[in-house]
């Protein structure tokens, strides 16, 4: 085994890019989770939704596409909004399987409403990014700024949760949502703040997404599993250790593709996935 | 919205429609031409209409199917007697295929069900079909696997199967290596890339075995789930070993996956051919990626655009002009995908071929008299709109139900068309290797 293998460094690296892929959604979905105590089992049709809208904007309605990126942020947001006060508000008092479902139903409707309004065609942006060439490595040049504005993603994230009111809010029902109520925080406000933060990573992540992979209803069937498998790896409700379980699973992945096969690679994943819940039950990275 | 295809909101509202036009529960009927009197033939039509196959091939297959039960309706039907479909939605799901198939056999009480997009359905529903003495026309899903050492009676496939796609990819390459490669063909270096499905399995055992019989090295042959969301690892893996010919063998998204990701990770090659599937959507897959195809290759079932109306036999050159021009009013195409061909042809052989001889024979549409009539069929090369005859071997040969006279031919694009390239016969001279202005082609 030669690890300076220029070929095994470049799935290094792309296993470190694939991370940054799984990232964000776990970050999403995380912070809902942590926050509103809800799993939301449609996140990836979120996502889905994002990359349609980016997809709509910039081939159809001729947006520019940095615009059609800032828009989807805000049209996702308040998709999670909806999500909140639709489905999730009346049933934060139901047994959690009741909100499984729901979220689960909700995954139906949006594939089966993005089925009505685009077809099951594949649509693609179109777009690519030369790559980057260093020695015989080769760096996708997409999945690199792709990387690095989910790197920046987070960053605003954290500086958001550690700096502002609402953050620290945010945080404090994180950890204990019993007694926040009696410091004078609004919990309802709180979980819609958090659904609308979340749906905006959803977002984010869409519009990563959306230069990589073609949109189709479907398309969360590609990383929707995977981003749910992280999130339970790192802690269900733990930010920090989904993201950083994100690129665990990426490495995993790319390095065990490249000394064996690409399916061989899931097996590893998955294998690795049912050791640490033997392990760790409560998450790789629970406190 | 939807430029081009048909969304399933198009498709359910016309089944809608016309279900209730007969008299039939709505969600279930997919009627497609006004009855002239008698009783109508019910046969049922499984397709995926939603889920990552509609959008690769198996919406197509459904549309094609319509054009002819609405053709075969508008000229009489058997005798008067029009054919209704019965259309289900598996849905992307073997799960729900096997299901489907079950309500359109007990509940309907069908005796026959058409379609079948994907292997990966038509495996566990062959055996099925087969238990109960009902009739599968598979019109689409071609794993040799469905058929081979079954010795199934009731389960006919009028259209090609895996081994026959990979004979024409490698042959090309064995048949030019010298000539346009300036490569002896035992030095031409193959990696074969597929979908873990029984479809991609099917078709790269079968690249396998023609390769080794030109004794022609295989590299890589490494399998992937179709719905993997990152094949770059698998990319840096064909750079190593340096491919002269990349096979593939994959539905959507995989495909434009890893074209995508072999621009960006700066895989190069000498020829890459596809093997249908997600392959033969020419006009989505040039949309996405335009010139960048030029010169790639294509193995599948002749669309029927492709060939020369002239020498197929007579009256079935019309045939073909009358569904191209239908399908593409209907649909706004610009060249129909090989499903649309696929969907029409091997529904219209069950119709003009199968059914109208057992409903006249028997008076009614029993699976034993279909399987009858199946048996009989003897249509002679160029009888159909993709060119071959239609002949199913028997349950005694080790591929029982399937057409012994199918045809797969090698296509190449040039400029958002494919061209038959193999067999030399049939098509035009190859263009061999990709040209230099390609992003893929490699550098020497």
């Known amino acids: 085994m030669n690890l300076l293998d220029p070929f095994f460094l470049e799935a290094l690296v792309n296993g470190i890019l694939l991370g940054g892929v799984f990232a964000l959604p776990a970050l999403g979905l995380n912070l809902v989770f942590g926050v509103v105590d809800v799993v939301w089992l449609c996140y990836a049709e979120l996502v889905m939704v ?7 904007l910039h081939t159809q309605a001729g947006w520019p596409l940095p615009l059609a990126f800032v828009a989807c942020l805000p049209i996702v947001a308040a998709l999670g909004m909806l999500l909140h006060l639709l489905v999730v508000r009346p049933l934060l008092t139901s047994p959690p399987i009741n909100q499984v479902l729901a979220t689960g139903g909700v995954l139906f409707v949006l594939q089966g409403a993005a089925t009505l309004v685009f077809s099951t065609e594949f649509r693609s942006l179109g777009v690519d990014m030369p790559p980057m060439e260093v020695g015989e490595v080769f760096v996708s040049g997409t999945k690199l700024a792709a990387f690095c504005a989910a790197l920046l993603g987070a960053a605003v994230l954290w500086a958001f949760l550690k700096f502002t009111y609402v953050g620290t809010a945010i945080r404090a029902i994180a950890r204990d949502r019993e007694v926040m ?28 997404l959306v230069v990589q992979l073609d949109v189709h209803p479907f398309v ?19 930010m920090l250790g989904g993201f950083l379980a994100a690129f665990l699973m990426g490495l995993i992945i790319s390095v065990g593709g490249f000394w064996g096969t690409t399916e061989f690679s899931y097996v590893v994943a998955f294998a690795f996935f049912i050791l640490v819940m033997f392990i760790r039950p409560k998450g790789l990275f629970a406190r | 919205m939807e430029r081009n295809g048909t969304s399933r909101r198009t498709l359910l509202q016309a089944g809608a429609g016309l279900g209730l036009a007969a008299g039939v529960p709505a969600t279930a009927r997919a009627q497609t031409a006004p009855a002239r009197g008698g009783d109508p033939l019910r046969v049922g039509l499984l397709t995926d209409l939603s889920g990552p196959f509609a959008g690769a091939g198996s919406v197509p297959l459904f549309n094609g199917s319509e054009v002819a039960i609405a053709l075969f309706n508008e000229r009489g039907g058997v005798d008067g007697r029009p054919v209704v479909a019965v259309s289900a939605d598996s849905q992307s799901k073997a799960d729900v295929a096997i299901n489907e198939a079950e309500r359109l056999l007990g509940q309907e009480g069908l005796e026959v069900v058409m379609g079948v997009y994907s292997s990966a359905h038509a495996v566990p529903l062959s055996g099925r079909f087969e238990a109960q003495k009902k009739i599968m026309w598979i019109t689409s899903a071609i794993a040799t696997a469905v058929l081979k050492d079954k010795h199934f009676r009731y389960v006919f496939r009028p259209t090609v199967h895996s081994d026959q796609y990979a004979e024409g990819t490698v042959s090309v390459i064995h048949e030019q290596a010298q000539k346009k490669l300036g490569m002896a063909p035992e ?15 099917g078709v790269s055992s079968a690249i396998e075995a023609n390769a080794k019989k030109f004794n022609m090295p295989v590299v890589l042959k490494e399998a992937y789930s179709a719905t993997t969301p990152d094949l770059s690892t698998l990319v840096t893996k064909l750079r190593r070993e340096r491919p002269d010919v990349v096979y593939q063998a994959g539905y959507n998204p995989d495909i434009t996956l890893f074209l995508r990701q072999a621009r960006s990770g700066g895989l190069r090659f000498r020829m890459l051919f596809g093997h249908g599937a997600g392959w033969s959507q020419i006009d989505r897959l040039w949309e996405t990626f335009g010139k960048d195809l030029q010169g790639m290759g294509n193995a599948d079932p002749a669309a029927t655009q492709m060939l020369d109306w002239e020498r197929l036999q007579p009256g079935v050159g019309e045939l073909a002009k009358t569904f191209v021009a239908r399908y593409q009013a209907k649909h706004k195409m ?13 529904t219209w052989i069950f119709l003009e071929h199968v059914l109208k001889p057992a409903v006249r024979k028997t008076g009614g549409m029993t699976a034993e008299a279909l399987r009858e009539a199946a048996l ?20 005694e040969s080790s591929m029982a139900g399937q057409n012994s006279r199918s045809l797969c031919v090698v296509m190449q694009f040039d400029n958002a068309k494919s061209h038959v390239i193999w067999p030399a016969s049939l098509g035009r001279d190859p263009v061999l290797p990709l040209p230099p202005e390609s992003p893929y082609a490699l550098r020497s």
Not at chain 1, 50 to 56: E, I, P
Not at chain 1, 220 to 238: A, D, W
Not at chain 2, 334 to 346: I, K, R, V
Request: with cysteine; aromatic share 10%.
């Open chain 1, 50 to 56: 994002g990359m349609y809208a980016v997809w709509f």
């Open chain 1, 181 to 208: 109520p009696l410091m004078g925080v609004d919990p309802r406000r709180i979980y819609l703040i958090a659904s609308a933060v979340g749906g905006a990573l959803a977002g984010l992540a869409a519009c990563l």
């Open chain 1, 220 to 238: 969360g069937l590609s990383f929707g599993p995977i981003t749910f498998m992280i999130c339970v790896m790192g802690g269900l409700g733990n």
């Open chain 2, 187 to 201: 030095k031409v270096k193959l990696a074969v890339i597929y979908e873990d499905g029984p479809y991609g399995t």
């Open chain 2, 334 to 346: 610009n060249d129909l995908p090989t499903h649309a061909s696929m969907g029409f042809n091997n």
């Open chain 2, 376 to 395: 009989q069929v003897d249509i002679p090369e160029g009888g159909t709109i993709q060119g071959y005859g239609v002949k199913f071997e028997p349950p």
